[in-house]
Structure formats: C-alpha cells, structure tokens
C-alpha cells in the first residue's frame, strides 16, 4: 500500500546525518521554500474560502478551527491574532483543539486520535448553518479533525477542509476543499516543518481577505486594529496622518476622540463633526472605510 504523500521519505535527506550544518540548514530551508510555493496552486479554493469567513463573520456566525497536534498550533497562531489585528468579536473565534490547552505545556499525540472528543467539543458548540468550521490536517484522516468537521456538516456549517494528502476523508467534507500538495518531508512524517509553514500561510490568506472583504483594511493598513499598547497607539495615528493627511498631533487627536478606535478617528480627522455622525457614516456604509471617506468627502 503506498504511504501517504505527508508519510514519504523525502529523497533529498538521504544520508542527511552524514552533512555538514550548512548542508543540512540549506535542504530545511528549500524545504520550506518548496512548502510554501505549494499554496500558489490552491488560490481558487483559499478564494472560496475566505468568501466563507466573511459571510460568516457579516452575518453573525461564528469562526470555528479545528485540528490536532501541530495543524492546532497553525489554527491557534492564526486565531488568537484576529481580535486585536483586525476587531473580530473575540466570543466569535474559537478553536477546538485535541487535548485542550493542556497541549500548550505539553504536544501529546494521543488526543489527535480520540474521534469521541472530537464529536463531543463540536456538539457542545450547538452549531447552526451561521457557523462555519475550518478543520485542519496534515494527513487529512485526523480522527479528531475528521469528527468535529462531520458534526459540523451534520448541523448544516459551512465547513473549509485544509489538507496536505489529496483524495482525504476530511476534504470529501470540505465546502471549500484546500490541498496543499507539500513535497515529503525532509525528516519524514515532521509535518510541523513544510506541511505546518503552507498550512500557517493559508490560514493567514483566509482571515486576512475575509478581513479586507469586511473592511478592515484600508490599502495596505489594518484599520480595525485595536490599539491597547503603545506601539499599536503610534501605528493607528500614523495610519490616520497618512490615510488623511493630517499632521501627528491632529491623528493623535482625532484617535483620542474617537476612544482609540481607528475607523471613526480616520473620520473624524476627514472632517466628521462629531463621532456620532463618523459611527453613522460607517454603519451606513457596513463598516467600509473607503465609502465612508467618498460620501464625506461628497455629501
């Protein structure tokens, strides 16, 4: 029976412990490369999936991951980021991961099979077709990733399947199905290497267009940023002197006015009045920046 693509010596490493470092550092390194260029190919399907998001997240549903052992740690690392980088409502985001966050002291390989826990952590979410569910596995056959995905298809959630092996139990649930085809490993089966860096770059493409999509970000800045510690205070206001033309002073102001939230304060440094009429412009304009700024500009 042949092994699965994620389970395949790669014929580079052969003799790879007889190797100076450079050698060795200089064939990690083409394996990430190689990696990381496999996400190319997966554009159409990361395209739907982030269309997905941001219905979701418009609509009201909730963002949910799911994955096990490494695969969880890329869901965790893209997960935690949205709240602050671009105001996704926290309660909204949640990860199911094999293990709970005992796995953050502690990457036991157990957990990724109990297909139970996977079952039950779903169910327990009370999902509705508002929700939708990314389920995340290197191999595609993770018994606990398979099982929160079959929960989720079962209550009508939009589920977005993230895989390295084609032809996988989990991407025959996808809505959106993603096959990142990574080359074999360079230290067989350590899919925390290629497999873990093309999964962090997908899930970075989907929370970051469905973000753009939502109006989060404005040319290349992330104005929905929740500015809560000095350096993010010094990025908001510099984004408000360049997106406006205002001086620092004048940003630094019109963030204070508005409570630190970035989008009304970009209003405001427009010539909004008041942050009553900057909240109504993007209430009026489903939190989109640009509309907001034409429609002040041309009342």
Same mark, same amino acid.
């Given at each position: 029976m ?6 395949q ?5 052969n003799?790879l412990?007889?190797?100076?470092? !450079?050698?060795i550092? =200089?064939?990690f390194?083409?394996g #990430? +490369?190689?990696a990381a260029?496999?996400? &190319?190919a997966t554009?159409?399907?990361?395209d739907?999936a982030a269309?997905?998001v ?17 695969s969880?740690?890329m869901?965790l ?6 709240p602050?980088t671009?105001g996704?409502p ?6 199911l991961?094999?293990g709970g966050?005992?796995i953050l002291?502690?990457l036991r ?7 139970t826990a996977?079952?039950?952590e ?5 999902l509705t ?6 389920a995340?596995s290197?191999s595609?056959?993770t018994?606990?990733?398979v099982? !929160?995905a079959q929960v =989720?298809?079962?209550?009508?959630? #939009? +589920? ?5 092996? &084609? ?14 085809s ?7 089966g ?6 873990g860096?093309a999964q962090k770059i997908?899930l970075n ?5 469905a973000a ?9 800045y992330?104005v ?13 206001q510099t ?15 019109a963030?204070?006015?508005?409570q630190?939230?970035v989008?009304?304060?970009?209003l405001l440094?427009?010539g909004?009045p008041d942050?009553a009429?900057a909240?109504t412009?993007?209430n ?8 907001a700024l ?6």
């Amino acid at each position: 029976m042949p092994q699965p693509r994620t389970e395949q010596k790669n014929k580079n490493a052969n003799a790879l412990d007889l190797r100076s470092n !450079a050698e060795i550092l =200089a064939l990690f390194a083409d394996g #990430q +490369v190689a990696a990381a260029q496999c996400v &190319s190919a997966t554009i159409p399907s990361i395209d739907a999936a982030a269309t997905i998001v941001a219905k979701t997240l418009q609509s009201g549903g909730r963002l949910i991951y799911a994955a096990a052992g490494s695969s969880a740690l890329m869901a965790l690392a893209d997960a935690l980021e949205l709240p602050g980088t671009f105001g996704f409502p926290q309660e909204r985001i949640i990860v199911l991961f094999a293990g709970g966050s005992d796995i953050l002291r502690h990457l036991r390989g157990g957990p990724e099979d109990d297909a139970t826990a996977g079952s039950a952590e779903a169910e327990a979410l009370h999902l509705t077709d508002a929700d939708c569910v990314i389920a995340i596995s290197a191999s595609g056959s993770t018994p606990y990733a398979v099982a !929160a995905a079959q929960v =989720a298809k079962s209550h009508g959630a #939009q +589920v977005i399947a993230i895989a390295n092996n &084609s032809d996988s139990p989990l991407g025959s649930l996808g809505d959106a199905n993603i096959v990142l085809s990574t080359p074999p490993e360079t230290i067989a089966g350590s899919t925390r290497m290629g497999a873990g860096t093309a999964q962090k770059i997908t899930l970075n493409m989907i929370s970051t267009l469905a973000a753009l999509r939502l109006g989060h970000i404005y040319d290349g800045y992330m104005v929905n940023v929740v500015a809560d510690n000095a350096k993010l205070v010094t990025r908001a206001q510099t984004m408000i002197t360049e997106i406006t033309g205002v001086s620092f002073p004048e940003a630094q102001a019109a963030l204070e006015r508005a409570q630190l939230a970035v989008k009304p304060a970009i209003l405001l440094a427009a010539g909004a009045p008041d942050l009553a009429s900057a909240e109504t412009l993007l209430n009026t304009h489903s939190g989109q920046l640009r509309p907001a700024l034409r429609a002040l500009a041309h009342p």
